[in-house]
């Protein structure tokens, strides 16, 4: 499932560090403006402790994670949307993205340059958000020009679009998302088509220091962040990404040895990659014992057929039925056949909506 997090912020603002932490695939670092001007990809294991435990239950001979894609985009500067820095292929990129993560700085280092000459997470928001907002606003003007011309023949089509460009445009002009708008079901058929960067559903990622690991919501930039954009519903996590970089290279023992002495139960990056999927509405089912236990992705409301394909297509072709039990249950009883016993196997037909965390064996015939 090639769905990608596009990681975007100013220069400098440790965008390709927390990349690093995230891919370990090197991407290039460095103290200036525009180190990264291709935007690297990577893909990287979704942390998922419940694989573990449903292959201690149900023994395999490998254990398989799912995967997630990160673009690390280079930074944007004031002016991007009329092609300041390298502006017109940053935003290009962010539109090549299904979702974005947008890294602030929240630490105070002066051996760090900062693009604007200091620390405030709120403007580097903003500058970033109102960019994007202009950008958009320059496709609907364009847009409208053509719509508007259609939409005074009998074109019912042309009609509906130049209700939701109308409806859109005095939000982007007041400096506001698209996502904050709420669409009905045909609206959002419509605004889908017109690839906007501001309806892409955003994580913010403030990058604190080493000592606010523990608690991230102790950093003396946190609240304001999450005051800042709480109109949006977005989600606000603390990452420490120099930190993530060094845990990222680090041994199990090693790794374990830090985070014990910081005060952390698992690396930050865990709960980004997390959120992240979480983010795109992606959720996790799993196949268990024998040759392997392995984590598989799914949108939200994918039914039986659909994530039987995922595995391979002959078993959506040939679908009869999904034998399904939950993590909840597998782990609460211990063994497949206390599950049984217990009448907590379920056989769910083609109608069935598989839910994160679904064990399933899928029947089929073809």
Avoid: C
């Amino acid at each position: 499932m090639a769905l990608t997090a596009g990681i975007v912020g100013l220069p400098n603002v440790g965008k390709s560090t927390l990349f690093n932490a995230i891919t370990k695939a090197g991407a290039e670092m460095a103290n200036y403006p525009f180190a990264t001007i291709d935007p690297n990809v990577g893909m990287v294991e979704v942390p998922d402790k419940r694989l573990a435990r449903i292959d201690e239950i149900v023994p395999a001979k490998k254990i398989v994670h799912t995967t997630f894609e990160f673009t690390d985009i280079a930074g944007i500067v004031k002016g991007a949307s009329k092609g300041e820095g390298l502006g017109n292929k940053f935003l290009e990129n962010i539109r090549q993205t299904d979702a974005i993560v947008h890294v602030v700085r929240a630490f105070d280092d002066d051996n760090i340059t900062h693009v604007t000459g200091r620390v405030d997470p709120i403007d580097d928001i903003d500058t970033i958000n109102l960019e994007l907002v202009l950008a958009d606003l320059d496709a609907v003007n364009r847009r409208l020009a053509k719509v508007e011309r259609a939409a005074k023949g009998p074109d019912k089509e042309a009609k509906a679009e130049l209700a939701v460009l109308q409806k859109i445009k005095p939000v982007l002009e007041a400096g506001k998302s698209v996502r904050t708008i709420e669409f009905n079901d045909a609206e959002k058929v419509i605004v889908k088509r017109l690839f906007l960067l501001t309806t892409k559903p955003v994580l913010y990622v403030a990058n604190i220091a080493e000592e606010d690991m523990a608690n991230p919501d102790g950093n003396k930039y946190m609240a304001a962040i999450k005051e800042h954009v709480k109109d949006e519903g977005a989600e606000v996590i603390g990452v420490a990404a120099a930190s993530e970089e060094e845990i990222a290279e680090m041994d199990d023992d090693e790794k374990a040895e830090f985070l014990e002495m910081e005060g952390v139960e698992e690396p930050g990056l865990n709960r980004l990659i997390r959120a992240s999927y979480k983010l795109l509405g992606l959720e996790t089912f799993f196949t268990a014992g024998g040759k392997e236990t392995r984590a598989w992705t799914f949108k939200h409301g994918t039914k039986a057929p659909q994530a039987a394909g995922i595995i391979h297509s002959d078993f959506e072709r040939g679908f009869i039925r999904a034998e399904v039990v939950s993590f909840e249950d597998l782990n609460k009883y211990g063994s497949m056949q206390a599950v049984r016993e217990a009448g907590r196997l379920r056989l769910e037909g083609k109608d069935y909506v598989v839910q994160d965390g679904d064990i399933i064996e899928f029947r089929f015939n073809v």
